[in-house]
């Protein structure tokens, strides 16, 4: 599992992260939510080593990050950062295919094709797969971009606000590849997510983050409730059960 011992960042004066100790169960969907500002992107940034942390410790599997060779922790987290720029042109299925690069350094088997077929199919861009990423809409890049990072088959998945430019239609069809991905496959998947009721209805543990500390976490039912999330966000948040979901009803 992922285990975050007494993590914190500083940028100048400003304490992003600040003493922060988790565990992330394995097989399993934990959201990251909380207000702007509240450390949830760097935390996560910083359990994949996108960034470093200034102090504590972060394991995957019992290993310190910081010993991981950089191939050898390709081949084991993955993550979608907010904001994705490249800078040369590509197609969606040159795009997927870098997510095999520590597996192929860019000598493609027919494994490697075979999970880069299976994440074009799994995010529905059978049809644009040979078109640009430039000609693309941005929710259709922000699929290609996830299929990437499905196509490198880690056993953690981290992904950093994936359902931005993202319609209601993709949003759900996304959140489901996750949640099957971690039911079926065993995969261990990691997000950052604004929208409470997507985390509602997906997670199976949520992490409360303000201020660059955790000030509630536990499993979904117990943090989706009218208290905790005014301690959360400091408004009044309804909540209601539709079906088996517990929904935040917040535009009123």
Known sequence: MVEVRNVSKQYGNKKVVEQVSLNIRKGKITSFIGPNGAGKSTLLSMISRLITKDSGEIYIDGAEIGKCKSNDLAKKISILKQSNHINIRLTVKDLVCFGRFPYSQGRLTKEDWRHVDEAIAYMDLQEMQDSYLDQL???????????????????YILLDEPLNNLDMKHSVQIMKVLKRLARELGKT??????????????????????????????????????????????????????GSNRIGIYFT
């Open 189 to 242: 998947v990691i997000i950052v997510l604004h929208d409470i009721n997507f985390a509602s209805c997906y997670s199976d543990y949520i992490v409360a983050l303000k201020d660059g500390k955790i000030i509630r976490e536990g499993r979904t039912e117990e943090i989706i409730d009218s208290q905790v999330l005014r301690e959360i966000y400091d408004m009044d948040i309804q909540v209601e059960t539709i």
């Open 137 to 155: 809409s941005g929710g259709q890049k922000q699929r290609a971009f996830i299929a990437m990072v499905m196509a490198q088959d880690t056993e």
